[in-house]
């Protein structure tokens, strides 16, 4: 069965630091990723998201991530952090063989970013 | 557009009673889900459509029920609530499989007493 799994579940930043959250999967076969974001009191919103090609996807908000195939993990970054990032991300994967658009997601990790 | 729209947001029951939670999409979207949030353990797939007549089990069905009959609405039953189906519950859509990014609506926070 496919599982998901995020390292980090707490992360505490001070502005202007770098981010790096690490995500990683168990599937043997083709995948979609994504990682989501919620914001307090707010729903989940696609952060970016990786169907094919460059491995160094780019999304909303300075966040960009890295799929690395071989380590089957898709790490989220960013390079300086702000106080409006303090959110739950949420990594999250399909299975392109599966063809219903179903979502296996990772517990979620939870970021405060100090001012 | 609305986008995914759920009621209510917030309801308590008593273990035992019945309930639905609503969820609609104005975007014309194939697929919808729901999902489960609990602390600690993400959001978990109780049930998918594919499309209106056609419904699937997910990770986590057992106590619930789902029917598809428009492209608009997915309703979810909770047929006899119990405490461990306290959670947050989020409904979503996507144009179809393919595309996959997924819409997700606003949450219903229901408590089993």
Known sequence: ?115 | NAGVTQTPKFQVLKTGQSMTLQCAQDMNHEYMSWYRQDPGMGLRLIHYSVGAGITDQGEVPNGYNVSRSTTEDFPLRLLSAAPSQTSVYFCASSRDRISYEQYFGPGTRLTVT
């Not at chain 1, 707010?42 to 071989?70: C, M, N, R, T």
Request: charged share 15%; hydrophobic share 35%; glycine share 8%.
């Open chain 1, 1 to 115: 069965a496919q599982s998901v799994s995020q390292h980090n579940h707490h992360v505490i930043l001070s502005e202007a630091a770098s981010l790096e959250l690490g995500c990683n999967y168990s599937y043997g076969g083709t995948v979609n990723l994504f990682w989501y974001v919620q914001y307090p009191g707010q729903h989940l919103q696609l952060l970016l998201k990786y169907f094919s090609g460059d491995p160094l996807v780019k999304g909303i908000k300075g966040f960009e991530a890295e799929f690395i195939k071989s380590k089957f993990s898709f790490n989220l970054r960013k390079p300086s952090v702000q106080w409006s990032d303090t959110a739950e991300y949420f990594c999250a994967v399909n299975a392109r063989s599966s063809n219903t658009g179903k979502l296996i997601f990772g517990q979620g990790t939870t970021l405060q970013v100090k001012p």
